[in-house]
């Protein structure tokens, strides 16, 4: 992390004039692991989640007078590194591989014995969704936001991460063979709302 983006107390890029009560800046810390879960869904690899997090926390710090103090700071910060991420797909031009699927293996730690739902074929299948999909069922079920949270984080309406949601739940189920009244045993609460239409109780 640079200088300007940890000099919270003062220094350069300190510059909070524009704010009124608390810091945001102060807050920034506590958002980090629901940012880089969120980077490692979108991005499927850890050494480029951590540096789109490094990316989106530094635009965040340069640019904390637009965020307007009383609104969610998560969904701000959400959508920063969401326009991030994107902003540099468009420049790469290509898709970066779960090289060590630590986002997946975040999610769920199957037991030796349960293979129904084996670590391995979930990760394949979350891994073959749509960027849009994988980014709503993150969001929406691992991160335990609610849909009008995701909604405004992705800056679409909250019908549209309903819909996206459903989808990939769909395409989870039909990619590891799934029944629609087969029980799902999973062991994880993170995948259990991912794959269910359940999201977790919201932080």
């Given at each position: 992390?640079?200088?300007?983006?940890?000099?919270?107390?003062?220094?350069?890029?300190?510059?909070?004039?524009?704010?009124?009560?608390?810091?945001?800046?102060d807050e920034l810390v506590n958002h980090l692991p629901a940012l880089r879960a969120f980077a490692l869904g979108l991005t499927?690899?850890?050494?480029?989640?951590?540096?789109?997090?490094?990316?989106?926390?530094?635009?965040?710090?340069?640019?904390?007078?637009?965020?307007?103090?009383?609104?969610?700071?998560?969904?701000?910060?959400?959508?920063?590194?969401?326009?991030?991420?994107?902003?540099?797909?468009?420049?790469?031009?290509?898709?970066?591989?779960?090289?060590?699927?630590?986002?997946?293996?975040?999610?769920?730690?199957?037991?030796?014995?349960?293979?129904?739902l084996a670590m391995a074929d979930f990760r394949t299948a979350f891994n073959q969704l749509p960027d849009e999909q994988r980014?709503?069922?993150?969001?929406?079920?691992?991160?335990?936001?609610?849909?009008?949270?995701?909604?405004?984080?992705?800056?679409?309406?909250?019908g549209t991460i309903k819909s996206r949601a459903n989808r990939g739940r769909a395409k989870l189920a039909e990619l590891m063979?799934?029944?629609?009244?087969?029980?799902?045993?999973?062991?994880?609460?993170?995948?259990?709302?991912?794959?269910?239409?359940?999201?977790?109780?919201?932080?």
């Open positions: 992390m640079t200088t300007r983006a940890t000099s919270a107390n003062g220094g350069a890029g300190d510059d909070t004039s524009g704010l009124s009560g608390p810091n945001p800046r499927r690899n850890s050494a480029t989640a951590d540096d789109l997090v490094q990316d989106a926390i530094v635009k965040a710090w340069t640019n904390i007078e637009k965020f307007q103090v009383g609104t969610n700071l998560r969904a701000w910060l959400f959508t920063i590194l969401r326009n991030t991420y994107y902003s540099s797909l468009r420049k790469t031009r290509r898709e970066v591989a779960d090289v060590d699927g630590v986002f997946a293996e975040s999610l769920s730690e199957k037991p030796a014995h349960d293979g129904r980014e709503a069922l993150v969001l929406v079920g691992a991160l335990g936001a609610s849909y009008e949270e995701a909604a405004e984080s992705c800056g679409v309406a909250v063979k799934l029944n629609e009244d087969e029980a799902l045993e999973l062991t994880d609460p993170a995948t259990m709302a991912v794959v269910t239409s359940k999201p977790m109780t919201a932080r």
